[in-house]
């Protein structure tokens, strides 16, 4: 298995590679760390760069490729202590496709990116490539802002504080047990938190969604809800007990 890093070479990508190079050790698997040369549409034409481009276009993707397969080869070095071992790939095309398309060709166990990156205010209106990423893998993605805490992990200094979004998905279900495979290796610590409307967990409860409605404006944003509390509570913790090995929330 790989772990799977895409980086744009700013200082937020950089903690994005140390992270993924910290689990990569941590988890034995290989390091595969991706650049994509985002070229603009206007640079695109009909098809392969490398043919439909003039001649002073080409030259300057030339230019862009060699640089950064350059900067991409550096980044490795940097992390060969910290990883077991470093791939490095360098692809054309749009950012968020290019690292979900990878991580299904490598087979990856995740896809670790940073949370910011250098973008254009276009590329900030439209949403992030992390965003984007996220939405659309079929893997685990790690949004990564600072690499401290899993370097603390790692060595043993300090349990990785996990704070895992419930409700009934396989999604959830999916996190779950992606968050029980590092359990299994380093001490964590779950948080399960869920997220509920109060009236419409009433509607569910009861199959009644008039009565719902009649109690909703009796229900204060805010307010607590103990006995509604306890009821979740028992379903979630009954909803984890079914799947295998569940870390200890």
Known sequence: MVILCGTDFSKAARAAVRAAATLARARAEELVLAHVLDVPPTLQAFGDPALDV??????????????????LEEVARQEAARATRVRTVLHYGEVDRVLVDLAAEYEASS?????????????WKLGSHADRVAQTARHPVLVVRDAAPFEAWTDGLRPLRVMLALDRSPTCAAALRFVGEWSA????????????????????????????ENLAPTIQLGAKHPELD????????????????????
């Open 111 to 123: 896809i670790v990116v940073a949370a910011t990156g250098q973008r254009s205010n276009l590329l």
């Open 185 to 212: 290796r380093f001490p964590t610590a779950v948080i399960g938190v869920h997220v509920y409307w109060p009236p419409d967990e009433i509607a569910r409860a009861t199959a009644a969604p008039k009565r719902a």
């Open 54 to 71: 003039p001649l002073a276009q080409m030259e300057l993707l030339r230019m862009a490729e060699e640089r950064a397969r350059s900067t």
């Open 230 to 249: 306890r009821e979740l509570e028992a379903e979630f913790r009954a909803w984890l007990a079914t799947l295998p090995d569940p870390p200890e929330l």
